[in-house]
């Protein structure tokens, strides 16, 4: 079953790309307590979720809080650079 990830893309500079993904945990608490709506599925057995929502739902929801620092992982971020 193929499955996605959100990213932040950030042009540093024109040899280097900065990737920030989406940060789960902070995604989680949000829909958790009801601060941030969006068709989902609960294991509480295992204390996970995956998202359902169609892409226009998507769509949507990155628009409404794409601009939230807090939404993405710095710490996990990746950085890539052109080798010339």
Do not use: C
Not at 15 to 39: C, E, P, S, V, W
Not at 59 to 79: A, L
């Amino acid at each position: 079953m193929p499955s996605y990830t959100i990213a932040k893309i950030h042009w540093q500079n024109a040899n280097t790309l900065k990737i920030d993904f989406i940060d789960g945990g902070f995604l989680y608490d949000q829909i958790k307590a009801n601060r941030m709506k969006i068709k989902h599925e609960s294991d509480d057995m295992y204390d996970t979720f995956l998202l359902t929502a169609s892409t226009n739902e998507l769509r949507q929801f990155i628009q409404k809080y794409g601009n939230d620092d807090r939404f993405f992982d710095k710490e996990n971020s990746v950085t890539l650079i052109r080798k010339s």
